[in-house]
Antibody, heavy 121, light 108 residues
Framework: QVQLQQWGAGLLKPSETLSLTCAVY????????WNWIRQPPGKGLEWIGE???????NYNPSLKSRATISVDTSKNQFSLKLSSVTAADTALYYC???????????????WGHGTTVTVSS | EIVLTQSPGTLSLSPGERATLSCRAS???????LAWYQQKPGQAPRLLIY???SRATGIPDRFSGGGSGTDFTLTISRLEPEDFAVYYC??????????FGGGTKVDI
């Protein structure tokens, strides 16, 4: 059974860099895209970006200039860094597994438990 | 950017009733790239439907998805108490690669 375990600093000051890591336990690491999604308090889901085992990335244009997703295949981990955070970045951050086949998308089928990140001076 | 608009914002129903949730895209979305999720308070979202109409592993058959082009639906044939939650549609494939709808809350 695949599990995603995530961690990172939960309280940041404005202008600092958010850093989160997600470890993948069980299953293949190379057959999937690994995603970061966030959810501000009381609001909907916002996709941040994704990475595959080769390090190929895609980002939400609204965050692209500040977000960096990286992968460490030796540890089956992937990470998110979000620079210059403000109060607007306060949210519950999730990691999730996605699979894309030949002209088909299988959805985000495994999710981490979420990490609450609060940005406050 | 493809914008997904979900309606209604809130759907007030009773157990045993049928729920029909709508997801409208600002541009054509391939059926193969449309998914639905359920989120309960304090929990991560759970994948319900992918490929517009395929149920994910372990999802009861009272959940069904349909539609094509710009209009997609999620139907819950007979609401169970555990189905009261927020539902999100999501598309993959167009720039940006992944977007979510704003969600529909199904409550009593």
């Amino acid at each position: 059974q695949v599990q995603l375990q995530q961690w990172g600093a939960g309280l940041l000051k404005p202008s600092e860099t958010l850093s989160l890591t997600c470890a993948v336990y069980g299953g293949s690491f190379s057959d999937y895209y690994w995603n970061w999604i966030r959810q501000p308090p009381g609001k909907g889901l916002e996709w941040i970006g994704e990475i595959n085992h080769s390090g190929s990335t895609n980002y939400n244009p609204s965050l692209k200039s500040r977000a960096t997703i990286s992968v460490d295949t030796s540890k089956n981990q992937f990470s998110l860094k979000l620079s210059s955070v403000t109060a607007a970045d306060t949210a519950l951050y999730y990691c999730a597994r996605g699979r894309v086949g030949n002209y088909f998308y299988y959805g985000l089928d495994v999710w981490g438990h979420g990490t609450t990140v609060t940005v406050s001076s | 950017e493809i914008v997904l608009t979900q309606s209604p914002g809130t759907l007030s129903l009773s157990p045993g009733e049928r729920a029909t949730l709508s997801c409208r895209a600002s541009q054509t979305v391939s059926r193969s790239y449309l998914a639905w999720y359920q989120q309960k308070p304090g929990q991560a979202p759970r994948l319900l439907i992918y490929g517009a109409s395929s149920r994910a592993t372990g999802i009861p058959d009272r959940f069904s998805g349909g539609g094509s082009g710009t209009d997609f639906t999620l139907t819950i044939s007979r609401l169970e108490p555990e189905d009261f939650a927020v539902y999100y549609c999501q598309q993959y494939g167009s720039s940006p690669p992944l977007t979510f709808g704003g969600g529909t809350k199904v409550d009593i």
